[in-house]
């Protein structure tokens, strides 16, 4: 990070206020642009394409923005090769291509940071019996690590002694599910997964079979949306009600992010809205001409992050469709900015962590 990490680090995850937030941004933005158009060649002539002059301040509303998908195209990144600590990549379903997003030590950790500080927020200072409502197996096979494999280890820093509720075949393991809860019977359990899956072999087989689960004291986080399912999509409303109604866990919270950005989750609030972070913000653009969008008007996400040091992922404009529902005034007290997904831009390749699995 180039902008003081002591500032952003010493303010809780939802806690500055619009114009304090603004002007830390504007410095972050200005100098991460600066610093990867002098290390990263191809973004310095993107940068020189749009006519962008070394120097010129970047706020969040001005700031050059690179289309999420170039990623898929060209490796961009800002430090040598032999600084790479990590790669990640994007999920895709059978054929599509994948964002590789270079991370060195420094990006990797704060990244985590910020991460945990959001999640810190939701489950509290102290680890949780972890149940993974996934297979094991999404670990072992690389075709699927990319997306749900990372995505359970990464959230698995906020667990211990995790169970996973799905077998080799994508079959509830009930059995060892039951095992599990009666070992922590009474005390709170932190569950992830995506959210299609969680739907149909889940949900859906435990209404099959007329079976509940208790899980009072649960909470569930999960994301990945459902893409080019939609055909089984339920809302949100729907989702939570009739997973309360088999498991008994009365918190589920969404949240929005991507492997361009890990770290600056968006994570649902009691309200059922989104909130940007210390370290994330957005943006709504039109898509005729790339302008602001007001509030309650639909538009282009585009996501902004101080993180993003070891690649140019800090102002990145996706393929996801959204609306600002307001900033700093959510009934749940959170400062910062509140929105709704609203799907993906029509023609857009179809991706989601929950997607890459067909079966």
């Given at each position: 990070?180039?902008?003081?990490?002591n500032?952003?680090?010493?303010?809780?995850p939802?806690?500055?206020?619009?114009?304090?937030?603004?002007?830390?941004?504007?410095?972050?933005?200005?100098?991460?642009?600066?610093?990867?158009?002098?290390?990263?060649?191809?973004?310095?002539?993107?940068?020189?394409?749009?006519?962008?002059?070394?120097?010129?301040?970047?706020?969040?509303?001005?700031v050059?923005?690179?289309?999420?998908?170039i990623?898929?195209?060209?490796?961009?990144?800002?430090?040598?090769e032999?600084?790479?600590?990590?790669?990640?990549?994007?999920?895709?379903?059978?054929g599509?291509k994948?964002?590789?997003?270079?991370?060195?030590?420094?990006?990797?950790?704060?990244?985590q940071?910020?991460?945990?500080s959001?999640?810190?927020d939701?489950?509290?200072?102290?680890?949780?019996?972890?149940?993974?409502l996934?297979s094991?197996?999404?670990?072992?096979?690389?075709?699927?690590f990319?997306?749900?494999?990372?995505?359970?280890?990464?959230?698995?820093?906020?667990g211990?002694?995790?169970?996973?509720?799905?077998?080799?075949?994508?079959?509830?393991?009930?059995?060892?599910?039951?095992?599990?809860?009666?070992?922590?019977?009474?005390?709170?359990?932190?569950?992830?997964?995506?959210t299609?899956?969680?739907?149909?072999?889940?949900?859906?087989a435990?209404?099959g079979?007329?079976?509940?689960?208790?899980i009072?004291?649960?909470?569930?986080?999960?994301?990945?949306?459902w893409?080019?399912?939609?055909?089984?999509a339920?809302?949100p409303?729907?989702f939570?009600?009739?997973?309360?109604?088999?498991?008994?866990?009365?918190?589920?919270?969404?949240?929005?992010?991507?492997a361009?950005?890990?770290?600056?989750?968006?994570?649902?609030?009691?309200?059922?809205?989104?909130?940007?972070?210390?370290?994330?913000?957005?943006?709504v653009?039109?898509?005729?001409?790339?302008?602001?969008?007001?509030p309650g008007?639909?538009?282009?996400?585009?996501?902004?992050s101080?993180?993003?040091?070891?690649?140019?992922?800090?102002?990145?404009?996706?393929?996801?469709?959204?609306?600002?529902l307001g900033?700093?005034?959510?009934?749940?007290?959170r400062?910062?900015?509140?929105?709704?997904?609203?799907?993906?831009?029509?023609?857009?390749?179809?991706?989601?962590?929950?997607?890459?699995?067909?079966?």
């Amino acid at each position: 990070m180039i902008v003081n990490p002591n500032t952003l680090w010493s303010c809780g995850p939802y806690s500055l206020p619009r114009e304090e937030k603004r002007a830390l941004f504007t410095q972050a933005l200005t100098e991460l642009t600066e610093h990867h158009r002098q290390a990263c060649p191809a973004y310095g002539r993107f940068l020189q394409a749009v006519g962008w002059q070394p120097g010129t301040p970047c706020t969040p509303e001005t700031v050059p923005m690179l289309p999420v998908s170039i990623f898929k195209e060209l490796e961009l990144r800002s430090i040598p090769e032999e600084e790479i600590f990590k790669t990640v990549t994007s999920s895709g379903t059978t054929g599509q291509k994948v964002s590789r997003i270079c991370l060195d030590a420094q990006t990797a950790a704060d990244q985590q940071k910020a991460l945990a500080s959001i999640m810190a927020d939701l489950l509290g200072p102290d680890r949780l019996p972890y149940l993974v409502l996934d297979s094991k197996r999404a670990l072992r096979d690389r075709a699927m690590f990319s997306a749900r494999g990372a995505g359970i280890l990464g959230f698995s820093v906020f667990g211990s002694r995790a169970c996973y509720a799905l077998n080799d075949e994508m079959e509830l393991d009930l059995p060892g599910v039951q095992a599990f809860l009666e070992r922590y019977e009474g005390k709170p359990i932190f569950l992830f997964g995506f959210t299609f899956m969680i739907w149909k072999h889940v949900v859906r087989a435990l209404e099959g079979r007329g079976q509940h689960l208790s899980i009072p004291r649960g909470i569930l986080v999960h994301g990945g949306g459902w893409k080019k399912l939609t055909q089984e999509a339920v809302s949100p409303e729907e989702f939570k009600a009739r997973i309360h109604a088999v498991t008994g866990i009365s918190v589920v919270r969404n949240y929005y992010g991507m492997a361009e950005q890990t770290g600056g989750i968006c994570l649902e609030c009691p309200c059922g809205h989104l909130h940007t972070s210390t370290w994330s913000d957005i943006l709504v653009r039109r898509e005729s001409d790339y302008g602001l969008c007001a509030p309650g008007e639909p538009g282009v996400l585009q996501v902004l992050s101080p993180l993003p040091h070891s690649y140019p992922g800090h102002s990145l404009l996706t393929e996801d469709l959204g609306v600002l529902l307001g900033e700093d005034d959510c009934p749940c007290g959170r400062q910062g900015k509140y929105f709704r997904v609203l799907g993906r831009i029509p023609r857009a390749e179809v991706r989601g962590c929950s997607d890459t699995y067909e079966g």
